[in-house]
């Protein structure tokens, strides 16, 4: 049974950072893509990025290019979302999905595996 569970939120001050975790497991994730989710109180789920584990092509979303990168540690099935330069818009539940790849879509139906989610709250 494949699990993805997300860890490393919490609350954090205007232009502060944080780092999430994705630790996947039921499975070989070697040909898949992983990708994190966001989704701000009161509005859809949005696309951060995503990465093809086969290839390690990165894709990300318009919102969080140049301040959130993502990376993976394959031989523990990790997936990591390093957030910098926080904004109070940044606010919201973050989620870990899964896919197998190699296209890395940017819209949630796509994606066959979810975490529960992980808050991440910025205050002004």
């Known amino acids: 049974q494949v699990q993805l569970v997300e860890s490393g939120g919490g609350l954090v001050q205007t232009g502060g950072s944080l780092r999430l975790s994705c630790a996947a497991s039921?499975?070989?994730?070697?040909?898949?893509?992983m990708a994190w989710f966001r989704q701000p109180p009161g509005k859809e789920r949005e696309f951060i990025g995503g990465?093809?584990?086969?290839?390690?092509?990165?894709s990300y979303g318009d919102s969080v290019k140049g301040r959130f990168t993502i990376s993976s540690v394959n031989a523990k099935n990790t997936l990591y979302l390093q957030m910098n330069n926080l904004k109070p818009e940044d606010t919201g539940v973050y989620y870990c999905?899964?896919?197998?790849?190699?296209?890395?879509?940017?819209?949630?139906?796509?994606?066959?595996?979810w975490g529960q989610g992980t808050q991440v709250t910025v205050a002004s």
């Open positions: 990465l093809s584990r086969s290839d390690g092509r990165l």
């Open positions: 039921g499975r070989t994730f070697s040909n898949y893509v």
């Open positions: 999905a899964a896919r197998p790849g190699p296209l890395i879509p940017t819209r949630g139906v796509s994606y066959d595996y």
